[in-house]
């Protein structure tokens, strides 16, 4: 399949740390890819790069991404909007502060469209925008549309941010934790919408999350990020059945874990005084794992196990 979205080589640091190194994944067109790693290993700030809402003191210096064969950082401002914007959406992590509070949904959801799309009046977006909350499962679309935000529940506010992503005709939907601080409940529904979502013919999706659960049911593909650069990444079926790296498989086996257990200790994902340099050519994962070897302090190479299983890790 020809690619859509490819992040190669991206490097990106502050004023006191490296936070990309060297970062390098691709989504093909019509392809649902999972990018997972625990908090700080640099996944939201990947996206950050590809949409240019970075913080102001996190810059990118090196690398590229390519959005169906252009590279975007070569573009701010309108030509950023031109280029990706109107083809590809974006669904933040807080998705209450995402929506503007003094706005009805109808404004939140249709101001940017009638902007971009001045030939389409405001009536014809709102009607769009109705069709759309409707698709997504709510059945009384034109009175949630004259709410505003803090009269929505969190399920109805990813619904509602989904279908802003989605009022363009776009190609690429980007989501960052989709199912966090939701309800058991209302999870099990986000995770039925994304899963309808990732069959639509034509749309790709890259979804950025810790909840592997969720990740399992939709995802072609999973990329393992950890300290700023990729460790594994596979099939679905491949890294969820046959993970290679300690920490690929410490995530999975505390994902599977209940409540009650998770405060047990694995030994992979132990704490450890030690800051990892991303920068370094050895393994960033070497002072919180228990295989480790001395060949885990020299460079480390990443490995093909099969034409789709990649893995950094010698053992």
């Known amino acids: 399949m020809a690619e859509l979205l490819s992040f190669r080589s991206l490097s990106a640091e502050d004023e006191r740390h490296t936070i990309l190194a060297g970062l390098s994944l691709h989504v093909d067109k019509g392809e649902t890819v ?13 996206i950050g ?19 169906d064969g252009e590279d975007v950082l070569l573009y701010n401002g309108k030509g950023r909007r031109d280029k990706l914007y109107r ?6 992590q807080n998705t209450t502060d995402s929506l503007y509070p003094l ?99 034509g749309l790709s999706m890259l979804i950025v999350s810790h909840d592997l659960g969720f990740v399992r049911s939709v995802a072609d593909r999973i990329y393992v990020m950890y300290a700023g650069r990729i460790i594994e990444e596979g099939l679905c079926d491949e890294i969820f059945s046959d993970p290679v790296h300690p920490y690929t498989k410490s995530l999975i086996a505390l994902g599977s874990m209940n409540a ?12 450890s005084n030690s800051v990892p340099d991303r920068n370094s050519p050895s393994c960033a994962f070497l002072s919180r794992c228990s295989c480790r070897r001395d060949s885990c302090s ?5 490995f093909r196990l099969s034409e789709t299983h990649f893995v950094r890790c010698v053992l």
């Open 34 to 46: 999972a990018l997972v790693g625990e908090s700080g290993c640099g996944k939201t700030m990947s």
């Open 49 to 67: 790069a590809l949409f240019g809402i970075l913080p102001d003191d996190v810059e990118v210096t090196g690398g590229s991404i390519l959005f």
């Open 87 to 92: 083809r590809a959406g974006f669904v933040p």
């Open 103 to 201: 706005m009805p949904v109808s404004k939140v959801m249709t101001d940017a469209y009638v902007h971009n799309h001045p030939e389409i009046g405001r009536k014809a977006a709102v009607e769009r925008a109705a069709a759309l909350l409707s698709s997504l499962g709510i059945e009384d679309a034109k009175r949630v549309l004259s709410l505003y935000p803090f009269q929505l529940s969190g399920g109805m506010k990813q619904r509602v941010n989904i279908a802003s992503a989605l009022m363009d005709d776009i190609e690429l939907l980007v989501a960052d934790e989709p199912t966090s601080a939701l309800d058991i409940h209302i999870r099990r529904q986000i995770e039925t919408l994304y899963a309808s979502l990732a069959d639509r013919d």
């Open 260 to 271: 009650r257990d998770r405060n047990l200790d694995l030994p992979e994902l132990g704490y």
């Open 298 to 302: 020299c460079s480390v190479e990443y």
